[in-house]
């Protein structure tokens, strides 16, 4: 994904050099390419959300009508371009200009899912050089490609080749978002701020905060799980970290590595769906509705949960109740 990404942001910067004020010796013909480069170019923002989705909603699935309203948008992107290159001579088609604006509208539309995954869970994610890269991504690469997509479809009239400062402060600004990303596909976690104070730290023995508790596995799950802490709806981090008496970012630390959970709604899902499981196969239970063992494990309402249920034992809560009495 960012490798196509790189390819369409490259293919956008050349067609730069086709403009009328770019000098003569400088200037690139590549008529021959319009469609390729047009299509890319458009296609930009869709590839950045599902690169968004990939990176930050990992265990998803990417929601289908997002997938066909992306592929419906390059589909037309294609077709528009086609038609226009068709009839360079003809007056300009009021519906074919409606349509090439409705997908100017959906690129947007689709940056703004992009910001959005990028925000969503980040109080719960665990990984502490992705939390940098998630304001990363919205303070540079997010906001870059919106302002671009908004201005260059916008604003200018004739696009960035028939305005030569715009288009100038926008090569600039796709140069630092090239950059960005770059430095992404690079491993982040090599060059973020947190990678160097963590090597700088492991010079020397942190020690506990007076009055705070360590944990161990077996300690931990002896408090949150016998103790039922997960149970409590709405529970977050911050939440859990103030009830065990431990820095948050102590605890953070501690579930990543030594749990092995990289987000802290996951580790609540599983606690959750063990217990519910227990509760679903237990005969005593055949008349309990689901809802209210849903409820009884800390969930607030009936379709997280079934999403989560399903997620990690691969059937529905009624579909495990059937085939575990049967068993």
């Given amino acids: 994904m960012f490798a196509l990404i790189a390819v369409f942001v490259s293919l956008y910067l050349l ?17 021959r390419w319009d469609l390729i480069i047009t299509v890319g170019t458009s296609a930009i923002s869709g ?15 990417f929601p289908v009508t997002l997938s066909a309203a992306f592929a ?15 009839s360079e001579q003809a007056e300009p088609n009021g519906t074919l200009n409606l349509l090439s604006t409705s997908m100017d509208v959906l690129q947007l539309v689709f940056v703004g899912f992009a910001i959005y995954w990028t ?8 990984v502490a050089d992705r939390r940098i890269l998630r ?8 906001t870059l490609i919106f302002a671009v997509v908004f201005v260059e479809n916008f604003l200018l009239v004739g696009g960035s080749g028939s305005n030569a400062t715009e288009q100038a402060v926008i090569v600039f600004a796709i140069a630092i ?28 023995e942190v020690p506990a905060e007076e009055g705070s508790v360590t944990f161990d596995v077996p300690s931990f799950n002896k408090v949150f799980k016998d103790g039922h802490l997960y149970r409590e709806a709405g529970l977050t981090i911050s939440m859990l970290a103030k009830k065990l008496n431990m820095p948050e970012y102590r605890l953070r630390a501690f579930i990543h590595k030594q749990l092995g959970f990289r987000n802290f709604n996951a580790m609540l899902h599983q606690y959750r769906i063990e217990d519910a499981s227990n509760a679903l196969s237990d005969s005593e239970n055949l008349n309990v509705p689901v809802l209210t063992i849903a409820l009884s494990v ?21 579909e495990y109740r059937k085939k575990m009495q049967r068993a």
Avoid at 47 to 60: D, H, N, R, T, V
Avoid at 72 to 86: E, K, M, P, R, Y
Avoid at 119 to 126: N, P, S
Wanted: net charge neutral; with cysteine.
């Fill in 177 to 204: 978002l090239t950059f960005g990303m770059l430095l992404a596909a690079l491993r982040f976690d090599f060059v973020s701020l947190s990678y160097v104070i963590r090597k700088v730290a492991e010079l020397a």
């Fill in 298 to 318: 800390g969930y607030q309402s009936i379709t997280p949960f079934n999403n989560a249920f399903r997620q990690i034992k691969g059937v529905t809560p009624s």
């Fill in 72 to 86: 419906f948008q390059v589909f037309l992107d294609a077709l528009i371009t086609l038609l226009n290159l068709s």
């Fill in 135 to 142: 304001w990363f991504i919205i303070s540079v690469q997010g």
């Fill in 119 to 126: 925000l969503k869970g980040w109080r719960a994610d665990l």
């Fill in 15 to 31: 067609n730069g050099m086709t403009a009328d004020h770019i000098d003569p010796q400088f200037q690139l013909d590549l008529s």
């Fill in 47 to 61: 590839l950045f959300m599902i690169y968004c989705f990939l990176i930050f909603q990992e265990a998803e699935k």
